[in-house]
């Protein structure tokens, strides 16, 4: 088992900054990639960022690009995501997950990330 940590989220303005971090501990040598999904009120769960274990192939929704940035501290077995220039419609739950090269095994238990106008 793979057990995922997220912390970071709160309420901020629009055009403001948050940096999310998903902390992984367990069975991580099974890891192949990290991501970050997020799940709004009334809306499916989306894909936002992911990142390859060892820390490149960083790609990103449309939505999100230029504005997150996922990374990884290889030392500490976490991964980040820094979110600039945040519009109300990224509020959402995010969640961070990690599993192998097809699929998301693991999940984390979500924070609320809240942007107001």
């Known amino acids: 088992q793979v057990q995922l940590v997220e912390s970071g989220g709160g309420l901020v303005q629009a055009g403001g900054s948050l940096r999310l971090s998903c902390a992984a501990s367990?069975?991580?040598?099974?890891?192949?990639?990290m991501g970050w999904f997020r799940q709004a009120p009334g809306k499916e769960r989306e894909f936002v960022a992911r990142?390859?274990?060892?820390?490149?192939?960083?790609y990103y929704a449309d939505s999100v690009k230029g504005r997150f940035t996922i990374s990884r501290d290889n030392a500490k077995n976490t991964v980040y995501l820094q979110m600039n220039s945040l519009k109300p419609e990224d509020t959402a739950v995010y969640y961070c997950?990690?599993?192998?090269?097809?699929?998301?095994?693991?999940w984390g238990q979500g924070t609320q990330v809240t942007v107001s106008s």
């Open positions: 990142i390859w274990w060892n820390g490149s192939n960083a």
């Open positions: 367990g069975r991580t040598f099974s890891v192949v990639r």
């Open positions: 997950s990690a599993g192998g090269p097809d699929n998301y095994n693991y």
